[in-house]
């Protein structure tokens, strides 16, 4: 079965920090990952997907099929990143999402 | 370009009346998903739909019914609402042959006493 694994439920860091919101995964084959994000008040949007290999607003990930990971990074964290970010799987038409992290950026 | 929209917003049933959740999306996309959100389980696939006249079941669908009779609008029904359907739903829809993007509604939120 297809599990998406988001271990951190709370991540607090400062402003200027470097952000790291983990994501883990189980799936054998080929995976289709996503971050979505939701700021308060509004809706779910994506933030990157994996085959695009893009940054998104200062962020990356980088899909580890060794270590089955697609962490989310940012090396400079600002205040209006603060919202609930949550990895997801795709495959056959189904996407798997993981239990989100909420990121707060204190000033 | 409205997106997609949900209706209602809020919703509060007694356990077992019945309910219809509406879900719309002008983008003429082929995929449609209905999610449920509940605190520290991120989102649940209840059941999706492929094109109009289709639907499958997804993660969740026990006590669930869904219809897509026309492209743009997806149901999801509720026959017997049991206070562990209490959660806010999550619309969303995206096209084939994309990336896998999918657009999300504002949600509902369903309070079953």
């Known amino acids: 079965a297809q599990r998406v694994t988001q271990p951190e439920k709370l991540l607090s860091v400062f402003k200027g920090a470097p952000v790291e919101l983990k994501c883990n995964y189980s799936y054998s084959g080929s995976p289709e990952l996503f971050w979505y994000v939701q700021y308060s008040r509004q809706r779910l949007q994506l933030l990157l997907r994996?085959?695009s290999r893009e940054s998104i607003k200062g962020f990356t990930a980088d899909l580890n099929k060794g270590e089955t990971s697609f962490h989310l990074k940012k090396p400079f964290a600002q205040e209006e990143d603060s919202a609930m970010y949550y990895c997801a799987l795709h495959r056959l038409n189904k996407f798997y999402f993981g239990s989100g992290t909420k990121l707060n950026v204190k000033p | 370009n409205a997106g997609v929209t949900q209706t209602p917003k809020f919703r509060v049933l007694k356990t077992g009346q019945s309910m219809t959740l509406l879900c719309a999306q002008d983008?003429?996309?082929?995929?449609m998903y209905w999610y449920r959100q509940d605190p520290g389980m991120g989102l649940r696939l209840i059941h999706y739909s492929v094109g109009e006249g289709t639907t499958a079941k997804g993660e969740v669908p026990d006590g669930y019914n869904v219809s897509r009779l026309k492209k743009q609008n997806f149901l999801l029904g509720l026959e017997s609402a049991a206070p562990s359907q209490t959660s806010v739903y999550f619309c969303a829809s995206r096209p084939s042959g994309g990336q896998g993007e999918q657009f999300f509604g504002p949600g509902t939120r369903l309070t079953v006493l």
């Open positions: 994996h085959i």
């Open positions: 983008m003429n996309h082929e995929y």
